[in-house]
């Protein structure tokens, strides 16, 4: 019976969160559309709202093209790789009151070890497609998803320290019983630095170095068509949302809100993480694209130093005053 | 200065180079032999009154059959802090095609002369990369010369040639027989002929 | 800088342990702006060699030149710098001018500087879309654009055409301008400034953008100048040259502008040279419309094209002036042999047309000094010991289009 409860959550979640990868690329050329005085997709559909549907269907009919220098094994399993960590990742997020597929002890540290293996999907699809471009792409992406992994996880200790726990359930109800409400306003620079690395960590604008398509072409995934390349779309979208949903639950109180609207436990959490999906596609249509040594002296000369001042900061005050 | 001030001062200076000063339009050129074209060069590039430190253009002339060299080699020199200009033409003779390169004055000059050598067939001694530059490597003749038709004399270039070999031999399968091969000729052609 | 100097010193000791990455950037690629193709040499991310290849749109337009008479080579200038060819236009007009020595009417003068500085707007746009698209500011890109439409929409209006114009012709332009699009032009001209302003609110004062484009790609004022810069690129490094201020041609001394002028030269200064250009491009496009004389816009004596459209045959589409079906009126005294080089100030920097003429109404020798060909060959100096990022800042803003640099 738990085993039956358990499939029927995948189900949901796999369905809805799918859902929202379609209708997330849609939101964003919207989104973008807009902010660049156009009207983005219109034809599919009213208002194009049926996009996202014929681009699944095109990319899924698409010819498949295999370089022929490629590492065939290799070449095949990294998107499968990137997909099934970043869809992993969702297992132990808590979207409302004792809603999680799984409610682990070391749920944080679980989706630091799910993010690190997408990236062995990147880098792998660099090495095994033979090509140049993909090959750069794939060592910048190692790179900084290398350095921005350390600072993400100091960013979060600061919030580990005041929950005391890494269970992410434990952490909202930290938060929902500490004199804020939300972790936001004392672990305002934990909460900065979570930011700036969840970009980089998910390969976005301004961080979008290993697929800038200005420099590399389309990056790590140059060789990739049809419905590989979508499946990197997909982990790429899916790991925007397990970042948005961690920053929610980590610092903004994940599905506690001013009031409860009933009916709709998850309604807060949803408001929240759209928020900053939004954000997402903001700062995409608003930033230009750091270098590649720029992108590294950001991220260990001022996001680590800052982030492990800001645990020093919250272990002393912790210990004065709590 | 004026360009004629310019031209007599060159005459005072390299007075066995210079073989005729000519006048269109108020511009001036001077016509000069070949044989120290750099040092020339330098010495309006370098002298203070002069300091001809911008080089416009760089190209070749070919004057088959209208002057006895055959062909010339033509620098538009101009001074951005005097405000004057003067145009060079160095004679370059068909049976020594050859010439000084001045990518020692200027570093500009380098793809002007590939693109002389290129188009018109005169090598540049001293250059440090005297390649073919707009055509491809494998290509026949210079186009530029009076005496290359402009069709081209009707040949394919020989890596087109190679492309289409190519593209034969890779062909497997031909789904709905409408392939044509692109080396015979077509109803079109045959018309124009 | 100093670690990227200590990394080539590395390469060229130990050369057969660390064998450099070679990438083939081009032709086809985002961001080399055309059929541009760089052979980099890389160390990790630094280019140790960068190779320029050019000539995949060679057409040979100095040959076809030489087989055609004056007035039917106008159209192929449209296809040199295809993003601002009203400018050649212009510029290869005037120097058939100079050479045929024709007087222009004054009105045509106003004109054409107005015509020019039009397409040094389209130019501009278009390479700051680009430029900072390269960057990855993917916004500025569309909102150039819609101003751009806007320049595009009158080029139509006044020739029909929104690329291709072929608006002027020798000793004019080919039709008057209407009162409908002087206003619109000037209503444009009130509004352009605070567009400019928007690009660069994004920008401009954008730490990233500083990061990526201050203190990269350094060229000294002794070495812009040695190596044949012209234009905006010039005077980014500090260097006082413009054509339109140095050899004025048609209403450019009647106006007043000024010339912006870097300092250091870097990818920044080029950025803020050409952004301040367009302000004063605004400026010259209003004075001409305020100061426009009335008159002729033709010089009477100029030579031109004829189609006989009495006789009946069909005119084959390789007809030329010496097949005799197409003719040129007052094929007269003005043919005279010489020589003469007449350079313009286009968007890109200097273009210069080189005329060798044996008294025919064709050409002798057509030599076309194009700017983007002489920045393309300086890349090489530009991008090395450059990072690869920094090699597409550099390409944009030395601002090269392919069909001017292969011809």
């Not at chain 1, 049926?50 to 681009?55: F, K, R, V």
């Not at chain 3, 040499?41 to 290849?53: A, Q, R, S, Y």
């Not at chain 3, 054509?243 to 048609?250: A, E, G, Q, S, T």
Request: proline share 5%; glycine share 8%.
């Amino acid at each position: 019976m738990e085993l039956l409860w358990i499939l029927i959550k995948i189900v949901i979640v796999f369905a809805v969160v799918m859902l929202h990868v379609m209708y997330a690329t849609y939101f964003e050329r919207k989104v973008i559309g807009h902010m660049q005085v156009r009207m983005g997709p219109m034809r599919v559909g009213p208002h194009g709202i049926l996009q996202p549907i014929a681009d699944g269907l095109k990319l899924f009919f698409k010819e498949d093209i295999i370089p022929a220098e490629a590492d065939k094994k290799v070449f095949y399993a990294a998107p499968l790789i990137c997909l099934i960590s970043a869809l992993s990742a969702v297992a132990v997020l808590p979207f409302f009151e004792g809603f999680a597929i799984a409610n682990i002890n070391i749920g944080l540290l679980y989706i630091f070890a799910m993010s690190s293996l997408a990236s062995y999907g990147v880098v792998l699809a660099g090495w095994s497609a033979n090509s140049k471009y993909s090959f750069l792409g794939g060592l910048r992406s190692s790179a900084q998803v290398i350095s921005y992994e350390i600072a993400m996880g100091l960013s979060l200790v600061g919030v580990m320290m005041l929950s005391g726990s890494l269970n992410l359930t434990d952490i909202v109800h930290a938060q929902m019983n500490s004199p804020y409400k939300i972790y936001l306003i004392p672990q305002i620079i934990g909460f900065f630095v979570f930011v700036v690395a969840m970009f980089a960590e998910t390969n976005r604008t301004p961080f979008d170095l290993p697929e800038a398509e200005s420099e590399l072409v389309a990056g790590y995934c140059t060789e990739y068509s049809g419905m590989r390349f979508a499946l990197f779309f997909m982990a790429e979208y899916i790991g925007m949302i397990v970042m948005s949903c961690l920053a929610v639950t980590c610092f903004l109180g994940g599905w506690s809100g001013p009031f409860d609207v009933p009916g709709i436990p998850f309604f807060w959490f949803l408001l929240k993480a759209y928020f900053f999906i939004f954000l997402y596609y903001w700062v995409r249509a608003t930033l230009p694209r750091y270098r590649y040594d720029q992108l590294m002296a950001l991220g260990w000369k001022v996001l680590i130093p800052l982030a492990l001042f800001n645990i020093v900061l919250t272990g002393t005050i912790k210990s004065l005053f709590g | 200065m004026e360009p004629l001030e310019i031209a007599k001062k060159i005459k005072e200076r390299f007075p066995d180079q210079v073989i005729d000063v000519e006048e269109h339009r108020g511009q001036v050129g001077v016509i000069v032999k070949k044989d120290r074209i750099v040092e020339l060069l330098r010495w309006l590039h370098d002298d203070p009154a002069l300091h001809l430190n911008h080089l416009a253009d760089l190209c070749g002339v070919d004057y088959l059959g209208k002057k006895d060299v055959r062909f010339e080699v033509v620098y538009n020199l101009y001074s951005i802090p005097l405000r004057h200009g003067i145009r060079i033409r160095a004679q370059v003779p068909e049976d020594d095609c050859q010439i000084e390169s001045v990518t020692s004055i200027w570093m500009g000059a380098d793809w002007h002369e590939r693109e002389c050598y290129d188009l018109l067939g005169i090598t540049f001694g001293g250059h440090p990369d005297l390649r073919r530059i707009l055509l491809p490597d494998g290509w026949e003749g210079h186009p530029l010369r009076k005496d290359y038709p402009l069709d081209g004399g009707g040949k394919n270039w020989s890596g087109y040639d190679k492309v289409l070999e190519r593209s034969k031999k890779l062909r497997k399968y031909d789904f709905y027989g409408t392939y044509q091969d692109p080396t015979k000729k077509t109803g079109i052609e045959d018309a124009r002929e | 800088m100093l670690e990227n100097k200590a990394q080539l010193r590395l390469v060229k000791g130990d050369e057969a342990t660390h064998e450099p990455y070679t990438i083939a950037m081009g032709p086809q690629h985002p961001a080399t702006h055309g059929v541009l193709k760089l052979d980099l040499e890389l160390d990790g991310e630094t280019v140790l060699e960068c190779k320029p290849t050019v000539g995949f749109l060679h057409r040979g337009v100095e040959k076809l030149a030489e087989n055609l008479s004056y007035a039917q080579t106008l159209p192929l200038t449209d296809r040199l710098d295809y993003i601002a060819s009203m400018a050649n236009n212009v510029a290869y007009s005037i120097a058939v001018e100079k050479l045929l020595d024709i007087e222009v009417p004054l009105r045509a003068k106003y004109i054409r500087t107005m015509v020019m500085e039009m397409a040094r707007l389209t130019g501009h746009l278009l390479w700051l879309a680009t430029h900072a698209l390269d960057i990855g500011a993917m916004t500025v890109f569309l909102y150039c654009f819609r101003e751009r439409e806007i320049l595009l929409d009158m080029f139509e209006e006044i020739c029909g055409a929104r690329l291709t114009t072929s608006y002027t012709c020798i000793g004019g332009v080919r039709q008057d301008v209407t009162g409908h699009f002087l206003e619109s032009l000037y209503d444009f001209t009130e509004d352009f400034p605070s567009k400019i302003k928007e690009y660069e609110t994004l920008i401009d004062k954008n730490r990233i953008w500083l990061k990526r484009t201050q203190d990269v790609g350094i060229v000294s004022a002794e070495d812009a100048v040695s190596l044949g810069l012209t234009g905006p690129t010039l005077r980014g490094s500090g260097v006082d040259y413009d054509v339109r201020k140095h050899m004025p041609y048609d209403a450019y001394p009647y106006v007043k502008f000024e010339v912006p002028i870097g300092s250091k030269g870097d990818v920044y200064d080029r950025y803020r040279c050409r952004m301040e250009e367009m302000h004063q491009s605004n400026s010259i496009i209003r004075q001409c419309i305020e100061a426009l004389p009335t008159g002729p816009i033709r010089a009477a004596d100029a030579p031109d094209l004829v189609m006989p459209y009495g006789i009946q045959k069909k005119v084959a589409a390789d007809a030329t002036f010496s097949s005799g079906i197409i003719k040129l009126v007052k094929d007269s005294e003005r043919y005279i042999e010489g020589d003469v080089y007449v350079a313009a100030e286009v968007p890109k920097g200097e273009l210069g047309f080189y005329f060798v003429s044996d008294g025919k109404g064709v050409p002798y020798r057509m030599h076309i000094r194009s700017p983007s060909y002489i920045h393309i060959g300086a890349l090489s100096f530009l991008c090395k010991g450059q990072m690869v990022a920094d090699v597409i800042a550099i390409i944009g803003s030395v601002d090269v289009v392919l069909g001017e640099c292969d011809r």
